[in-house]
């Protein structure tokens, strides 16, 4: 059985958030412009256009509110592993 040096974990540790963050990103480039297209062709019908670039606006915001919560969750279990990475550096 292999083992890893604390170089290779920490890469790996960065490796892995990095994929998280650009999974983050891609799935919320994703979803909004998938989203986009029905709140588009619903604002051309000009009784309710207003209202519905209301709600998209809204829509829009939730979206970004929770994409940015999962950013903060990524950064926050980096620092995590990065901390019980360091604690274990040490004991060594």
Do not use: W
Not at 36 to 50: D, G
Not at 58 to 84: D, E, F, H, W
Request: proline share 3%; net charge neutral.
């Amino acid at each position: 059985m292999s083992s890893f040096s604390i170089e290779q974990i920490r890469g790996l540790k960065d490796l892995v958030v990095d994929g998280v963050a650009a999974g983050i990103d891609a799935s919320e480039r994703l979803q909004q412009a998938i989203t986009r297209q029905p709140y588009a062709l619903l604002a051309q019908v000009e009784p309710i256009a207003a209202p519905v670039r209301m709600i998209e606006q809204c829509r829009q915001a939730g979206t970004t509110l929770v994409y940015a919560s999962l950013r903060g969750a990524n950064r926050a279990g980096a620092t995590l592993a990065g901390k019980i990475i360091d604690r274990v550096d040490a004991q060594d």
